[in-house]
């Protein structure tokens, strides 16, 4: 659980970014949507512990900044929007998810490589566990990187714009990946780029604005109060009355 | 076990085949017999000057010369997510030489100390960029762009000494090309130690590296002090070149080419990897040296120049053959 309170952060060009209050629950995937620019990117680096600020973020009841970087990675983890092709099999980088808790001193122990199998099979890359990144499609190097982060194990899984490189159908099946996290206990918060999507699997929307959090509440909330989506991104969100739409709500004029 | 035998086994194999070889052929002048009198004990006094205060240490000296600049590109390169990037490139190479340089003007016959000179270099040039790339933001970009920037400065100081004082080119000539001909025994005392406890200290580092390799914002959220890594690894590879350099000179293409050979075949993770260019760089050198003494015997060619002559075709061939492994040819 995040629980932010008063939280004020600068960028180097002197606007200020900030949230009155939020409350990021376990068992929960958040979605936050906005404008390009209105500080949804700012809003995850921040609750990953990577930017200074003012305020609270308590994760697990526990003020962020008084982590050790390496506890606080194994409450929170951080799939940042853009991942680095590598010359490196996926398994290896699953491994990577382990760092946290064996750092460079202790080597991989049976709990360490059961997490990894798990977190392989949870987003079907065992079969690819052998092959370098660099020969793997976009949407599975997202995958590939996904089960590093199910590796971390963390309670909290922050996530920038994941499926951008996913087709269809890996999305969905990304998506049902965070379902079963999701039951498991685990909180996510994830940027999304796609509001249709974001209202069909998330349990609970952030709308960003001008680098504040301006409005929360579920899907259902959101097409109570119409203005704030027709404001931000110049369409309104409906529930679908069509029995054959993909998604539950759909974008209308 | 078939993993321990390729990665582990088979290359000390070589390492060591390449010692014995290194110290048993070579000048034709003590023979494989008198060679074992002397290690058992016995020989002339003659014989004895010859395998321990000159053919032991060159050895020993070539090896871990191999072994730091391979390692030390391997941890720049990685750090740097650049495999072009290597000491040279950071203007470590040219910053030792500059000193070598400024220490020849100042005492012309002091030889021991000369070396010296150079690691002071290696080290104040390094911490320099370090210094200038903390003020910038210290992304990696910047890194290198310091280096570049520190490189032509040294290199400028350097023409303008050799313009002032011609008869220094002597001393800067003979450091260019690198080699193991006018090995100073003191040298390898200073310096030996001192890469061996590096060498250990960035294979126990080594994980943290696998970790910096991911990029800033997926280390950080794995939990890595980014900054503080960053800095021992550059550390690392700048006290490596250093002390190789304060031996032999520049034998520039080490750093760039065993890495990149090792990152051909090996892909797992980076304690390997620092492994795999520790002990092939220090075969490699190795054999490099005992061809220079040896094929033009009684003359010397310098090492350098054989390891560019087998390496550069080699890299190439290896270069090749990935790409058609990859389906990409």
Redesign the interface.
Same mark, same amino acid.
């Given at each position: 659980m995040i629980e932010v309170k008063n939280l004020k952060t600068k960028y180097s060009y002197g606007d200020e970014f900030s949230v009155a209050s939020a409350l990021f629950e376990n068992g929960r995937i958040s979605g936050v949507i906005g404008k390009n620019g209105s500080g949804k990117s700012t809003l995850l !680096?921040t609750l &990953?512990?990577?930017r200074k600020y003012e305020g609270r973020i308590l994760i697990n009841q526990k003020e962020c900044s008084e982590y050790?970087?390496?506890?606080?990675? !194994?409450e /929170? &983890?951080?799939? #940042?929007q853009? /991942?680095?092709n590598?010359?490196? $099999?996926v398994r290896?980088?699953v491994e990577?998810?382990r *760092? #946290?808790y064996?750092?460079?001193?202790r080597r991989m122990g049976e709990e360490d490589e059961k997490k990894v199998n798990r977190a392989l099979e949870l987003t079907h890359m065992k079969s690819f566990e052998k092959r $370098?990144l *660099?020969?793997l499609s976009g949407g599975e190097r997202q995958l590939a *990187?996904l089960s590093m982060?199910i590796a971390?194990d963390s309670s909290m899984i922050?996530m920038d714009e994941p499926t951008t490189y996913m087709d269809r159908i890996h999305q969905d099946e990304f998506f049902s990946i965070l379902r079963i996290l999701v039951k498991e206990g685990k909180g996510i918060v994830m940027v999304c780029h796609d509001i249709e999507q974001c209202f069909a699997y998330c349990d609970k929307i952030f709308l960003m604005e001008d680098r504040k959090l301006e409005y929360a509440g579920t899907p259902d909330d959101f097409t109570q109060n119409e203005q704030i989506i027709r404001r931000n991104f110049g369409i309104a969100m409906k529930k679908s009355e069509d029995q054959e739409s993909v998604y539950p709500f759909v974008m209308k004029k | 076990m078939k993993k321990i035998i390729k990665w582990y086994i088979l290359p000390l194999g070589i390492l060591i085949l390449s010692l014995v070889a290194a110290l048993f052929a070579g000048s034709k002048s003590i023979s494989v017999k008198d060679i074992i009198t002397v290690l058992s004990g016995g020989g002339s006094a003659f014989q004895k000057v010859i395998i321990f205060q000159v053919r032991i240490p060159r050895i020993i000296a070539a090896a871990s010369t191999g072994a730091a600049l391979s390692v030390s590109g391997y941890l720049i390169q990685n750090n740097l997510n650049n495999t072009l990037a290597s000491p040279g490139i950071l203007g470590i190479n040219n910053g030792a030489g500059l000193f070598v340089l400024l220490f020849a003007c100042l005492f012309p016959y002091h030889y021991a100390g000369k070396c010296f000179a150079a690691f002071i270099g290696a080290l104040l040039v390094t911490t320099a960029i370090y210094i200038l790339a903390s003020v910038t933001g210290m992304s990696k970009t910047s890194i290198v762009l310091s280096g570049v920037a520190f490189s032509a400065l040294c290199l400028s100081v350097i023409d303008i000494i050799i313009s002032l004082k011609p008869e220094t080119v002597a001393d800067r000539v003979a450091f260019q090309i690198g080699g193991f001909n006018a090995l100073n025994i003191n040298s390898v005392k200073f310096a030996v130690p001192f890469i061996i406890i590096i060498l250990i200290a960035s294979l126990i580092m080594a994980p943290s590296l696998d970790i910096l390799m991911l990029g800033d914002d997926v280390a950080g959220g794995l939990g890595l002090n980014i900054k503080f890594y960053r800095a021992a690894h550059i550390l690392f590879a700048a006290l490596l070149s250093g002390a190789a350099v304060s031996m032999c000179g520049i034998i520039g293409f080490m750093g760039l080419i065993v890495p990149n050979v090792v990152r051909l075949f090996y892909r797992g993770n980076s304690r390997g990897g620092i492994f795999l260019c520790m002990v092939i760089g220090a075969s490699f050198l190795t054999l490099c040296d005992l061809l220079g003494r040896s094929l033009v015997y009684p003359y010397e060619l310098p090492c350098g120049l054989f390891l560019s002559l087998i390496g550069a075709p080699f890299l190439v061939w290896m270069l090749i053959k990935k790409r058609k492994r990859l389906g990409m040819a």
């Open positions: !680096k &990953a512990g990577q050790s970087s390496m506890e606080r990675a !194994k /929170v &983890a951080f799939l #940042p853009s /991942v680095k590598l010359n490196m $099999d290896t980088l990577h998810g *760092y #946290p064996h750092g460079n001193f $370098d *660099y020969e *990187y982060i971390q922050l | -």
